[in-house]
């Protein structure tokens, strides 16, 4: 299903723990790492697909977690021609999602790599929200970070300062001072 600019809707979910930290999956037999993400099927809302995926690629139900909040408009990314088969070319452009910040209020065990027969993520682990995103496929690093910041704004303002600095420490060469035009207004 697409829509009349090529781009399939899709959602895009960002899990955090207790900590604050970032769900990460491994996709199977390759070296990329993601959030869990999946189409949305015709008739299916972007939540009812969100919690359907969230079953899929990581076990959970929904009442394992809790929404936290969503984006308010479609974040796209176009696949680049080699990824796309070559019956689609001319037609399939790329994703179009809505992402969802949930948090978990199960448990570490209550994840399931194996809940279905086609499993999506052979690893996982939990990252800093704002882990660096060079382990993810590189077209779709933009919309990653547009998430990741347009949800932000939902996490403790502990974890928005962190992003902050280091930030402004990466332009610092690393250190640990922050330029005082740059400090975050309190």
Known sequence: MLDRDGF?????IILLNQKNQ????????????????????RGETPEQAMFRELHEEVGLQPEHVSIVARTRDWLR???PDRFIRRDSRGHYKGQKQIWFLLKLMGHDWDLNLRATDHPEFDAWRWNDYWVSLDAV???????YQNALTELSRFLPRSEVKNRFMRFSNRFNGGTNTTPQSTQPHE
């Open 22 to 41: 970032v769900f990460w999956g491994k996709r199977i037999r390759s070296h990329s790492w993601q959030f869990p993400q999946g189409g949305i099927d």
């Open 77 to 79: 990314y176009e696949v």
């Open 8 to 12: 399939r809707p899709n959602v895009g």
């Open 137 to 143: 496929v590189e077209f779709k690093r933009g919309v």
